[in-house]
């Protein structure tokens, strides 16, 4: 990885001679080791001081070329390794930049540590026209819904304090992005002395909640007692011993557990007790699965009620939910969900209970249950015919299997249409899930994150977008190339915004109307973007377009060279809409070329 060069070396940190030294020095002392940024001038106190007070280290400045990408890769840095780096937002635009990707986040439940900034508070410090339109009363209020915690702190010592408060707020479960204003004028107060650093080992977070030991009991009894347990794996810890333990578990009690793509890897794909497929919406075999249990524990699931309401499982089942998740809720974000059916409601860290189960377990002969886990029929695969000039998604599936075999690869993302076959996760690390809030365009910055995270390491990070994807924000790349990490990233293009495609063919049969219409305002073509080009052009190694699987396994075994030189390269894939889930079968790409 590349680190900035100072103009001026700091051989030693200067002695705090102004505000934003002492905003920085705190910063030093929180463990968050990177910043990402667009520069903007309502930060210019921080930025010098990031610079020229500590020396660009701790945290280390990571560029962006837009402040929704400088976000996205702290998510991605967060999916790596469960703990937030900081991000600094330049005044009320750069926050209206930023939004989605906070809401990201936020759906995504990441920490992360956001400076925000704005014009001096003074009126009388404000100089004319753009510290007046930079500058906003009540700032947070354009995030306050989707963020966990805010402040916008008076003084250089309240701000010390309120960075203090937002590392231990982000870290605290459920994590989730806080964000601190800070004034510019306070930033570039000239100060009398150095202001004096609290002990930040006293500002931790807490102990994550965990469950009494009767109501441990209770779901012990619970477990034992049912014939068919199903544990649905949410968003739990995803360290490997944490890992390990589920495995343990699960294995102890004879339960067959579910997993889902929203997620990162939790739970092994391919253990004989995961019995269906995880996907990005449950599954037919998921949907059996949950139909035939008859006691569900909940580890922090995503949407359970919808889940259950999706499986038409009935009200025959016990339901187990151990979450704390409502903490965040509110009436703005319905990022709740169905409010679920739960006979025993556990407002608790999911590890926690998990641990305790696992000591319940241990000297306990291993649970044998009989006809489960169910036996399911391997589902027949589609004939897909070529579509001419596109590959199936399946080919590249096949392609990209073989050419990163005996490589430790972290799937940073995935298509919606990537073959479940393909799915073969051993480790936390082997995938990071999805960006959390649907909002398109966090792909390549999540990439990039990951990347960072992991550059040093013996994991390549591999991402497979899509088209809207990476046009929505493909300078996010430009930081990897910059920064030289390693990264490999593969457009799978369709050409089209396809899933609205499909979306328009379904209001056009409800409606009566002509369904090869759907098309019009869908189509990325005429011209067809160059995405090799585009990503050249931001210091990528760019190849394709990639039409046939000969060429693809060239343009793999060159981009993985490159890759293995510590660049970032990117493979444009021409890719068939056909086979992508939740398309009707009928459907192909048949609008215009």
């Known amino acids: 990885?590349?680190?900035?060069?100072?103009?001026?070396?700091?051989?030693?940190?200067?002695q705090m001679e102004w505000g934003s030294d002492a905003i920085t020095e705190v910063l030093s002392q929180l463990d968050l080791p990177f910043i990402s940024l667009t520069p903007g001038a309502s930060y210019r106190?921080?930025?010098?001081?990031?610079?020229?007070?500590?020396?660009?280290?701790?945290?280390?400045?990571?560029l962006c070329l837009h402040e929704e990408n400088a976000v996205a890769v702290a998510q991605g840095y967060a999916k790596v390794t469960g703990k937030p780096m900081a991000v600094a937002l330049h005044s009320n635009v750069g926050l209206m930049h930023a939004t989605m990707a906070i809401f990201n986040a936020y759906c995504d439940r990441m920490p992360m540590v956001i400076l925000g900034a704005t014009g001096p508070l003074d009126?009388?410090?404000?100089?004319?026209?753009?510290d007046w339109i930079h500058t906003a009363t009540d700032q947070a209020a354009l995030i306050r819904n989707y963020i966990k915690w805010d402040d916008q702190p008076g003084s250089v010592t309240a701000a010390v304090e309120s960075l203090a408060r937002a590392n231990q707020v982000t870290r605290s479960y459920p994590c989730a992005p806080t964000y601190v204003v800070l004034d510019a004028g306070i930033q570039e107060q000239r100060l009398s002395k150095p202001v004096q650093m609290p002990n930040l080992a006293r500002y931790l977070p807490p102990t994550p909640p965990a469950p009494p030991s009767q109501v441990v009991d209770e779901t012990w009894r619970l477990l034992n007692e049912a014939r068919r347990p199903l544990i649905l794996m949410g968003r739990v810890s995803r360290t490997r011993k944490s890992w390990d333990d589920r495995v343990r578990l699960v294995e102890a009690l004879g339960a067959c557990v579910l997993t889902d793509l929203k997620i990162g890897a939790v739970f092994p794909t391919k253990h004989p007790l995961q019995p269906a497929w995880p996907g990005a919406r449950i599954t037919p075999a998921g949907r059996s699965l949950i139909r035939d249990a008859d006691l569900i524990l909940s580890l922090d699931w995503v949407d359970l009620g919808g889940t259950l309401q999706t499986a038409d499982s009935g009200d025959t089942q016990t339901v187990i939910s151990c979450t704390n998740d409502q903490a965040l809720h509110n009436g703005w974000s319905k990022d709740h969900y169905v409010l679920p059916k739960v006979d025993l409601s556990i407002c608790a860290d999911p590890n926690s209970l998990v641990d305790a189960l696992l000591v319940k377990a241990e000297g306990n002969a291993?649970?044998?249950?009989?006809?489960?886990?169910?036996?399911?029929?391997?589902?027949?695969?589609?004939?897909?015919?070529?579509?001419?000039?596109?590959?199936?998604?399946?080919?590249?599936?096949?392609?990209?299997?073989?050419?990163?075999?005996?490589?430790?690869?972290?799937?940073?993302?995935?298509?919606?249409?990537?073959?479940?076959?393909?799915l073969d996760f051993n480790d936390p690390l082997d995938y990071l899930g999805r960006d959390g809030g649907g909002g398109v365009?966090?792909?390549?910055?999540?990439?990039?994150?990951?990347?960072?995270?992991?550059?040093?390491?013996?994991?390549?990070?591999?991402?497979?977008?899509?088209?809207?994807?990476?046009?929505?924000?493909?300078?996010?790349?430009?930081?990897?190339?910059?920064?030289?990490?390693?990264?490999?990233?593969?457009?799978?293009?369709?050409?089209?915004?396809?899933?609205?495609?499909?979306?328009?063919?379904?209001?056009?049969?409800?409606?009566?109307?002509?369904?090869?219409?759907?098309?019009?305002?869908?189509?990325?073509?005429?011209?067809?973007?160059?995405?090799?080009?585009?990503?050249?052009?931001?210091?990528?190694?760019?190849?394709?377009?990639?039409?046939?699987?000969?060429?693809l396994e060239k343009a793999l075994a060159e981009a993985l060279?490159?890759?293995?030189?510590?660049?970032?390269?990117?493979?444009?894939?021409?890719?068939?809409?056909?086979?992508?889930?939740?398309?009707?079968p009928e459907m192909s790409n048949q609008g215009r070329g």
């Open 1 to 14: 990885m590349k680190i900035e060069k100072l103009t001026v070396p700091v051989e030693n940190r200067p």
């Open 45 to 62: 106190g921080v930025h010098d001081s990031l610079v020229n007070y500590l020396g660009n280290s701790k945290p280390e400045m990571i």
């Open 123 to 130: 009126a009388t410090e404000r100089r004319p026209w753009i």
């Open 366 to 422: 291993p649970i044998s249950r009989i006809g489960w886990p169910p036996k399911f029929q391997p589902a027949e695969s589609a004939t897909m015919e070529k579509d001419g000039e596109q590959l199936l998604m399946s080919e590249l599936a096949a392609s990209m299997q073989s050419a990163l075999a005996g490589r430790k690869v972290t799937w940073t993302g995935l298509p919606l249409g990537w073959s479940r076959e393909e």
């Open 441 to 551: 365009g966090a792909g390549p910055g999540v990439a990039v994150g990951a990347a960072l995270a992991l550059a040093g390491t013996d994991r390549l990070p591999v991402a497979v977008i899509g088209d809207g994807d990476y046009l929505m924000a493909s300078s996010a790349l430009w930081t990897a190339a910059h920064h030289r990490l390693p990264l490999l990233v593969v457009v799978a293009n369709n050409r089209a915004y396809y899933n609205d495609e499909v979306h328009q063919q379904r209001v056009a049969i409800t409606r009566g109307r002509p369904v090869e219409n759907r098309w019009v305002g869908q189509h990325l073509r005429d011209p067809d973007p160059d995405l090799a080009t585009i990503a050249r052009g931001h210091g990528l190694k760019g190849f394709g377009p990639v039409r046939t699987t000969v060429e």
């Open 561 to 584: 060279s490159e890759v293995d030189l510590g660049n970032a390269a990117l493979i444009d894939v021409w890719i068939s809409p056909r086979g992508y889930e939740g398309a009707p």
